[in-house]
């Protein structure tokens, strides 16, 4: 079983930033290809950006290339997601997700293990 947690969300006005922080633990991590979901009011969840288990390989939404950062350090069992010149369209719950993939995946059903999720609010 992987568990994980997100931390880092919160209030930011347009243009701010945020990094936002996925801590995982159960499996190691470097085992695991990571991604970020985030689901607005009456939305469906979206897939953000995701990146291989080594990190070599990243992907993002085309909404977020240029703005939105993933990383990870394996040796610490985290995930970040660096998020500028936030939107209020980027208003959302932010969800860490793990799956055994080989590939970075970009369909919610794709991953086995989700966070709780961490608010991001951006305020225009």
């Known amino acids: 079983q992987v568990q994980l947690v997100e931390s880092g969300g919160g209030l930011v006005q347009a243009g701010g930033s945020l990094r936002l922080s996925c801590t995982a633990s159960?499996?190691?991590?470097?085992?695991?290809?990571m991604a970020w979901f985030r689901q607005a009011p009456g939305k469906e969840r979206e897939f953000v950006a995701g990146?291989?288990?080594?990190?070599?390989?990243?992907l993002y939404a085309d909404s977020v290339k240029g703005r939105f950062t993933i990383s990870r350090d394996n040796a610490k069992n985290m995930v970040y997601l660096q998020v500028n010149s936030l939107k209020p369209e980027d208003t959302a719950v932010y969800y860490c997700a793990a799956d055994d993939t080989l590939v970075v995946l970009t369909t919610a059903p794709s991953y086995e293990y989700w966070g709780p999720g961490t608010q991001v609010i951006v305020s225009s």
């Open positions: 990146i291989s288990r080594s990190g070599a390989g990243t």
């Open positions: 159960g499996r190691t991590l470097s085992r695991l290809a």
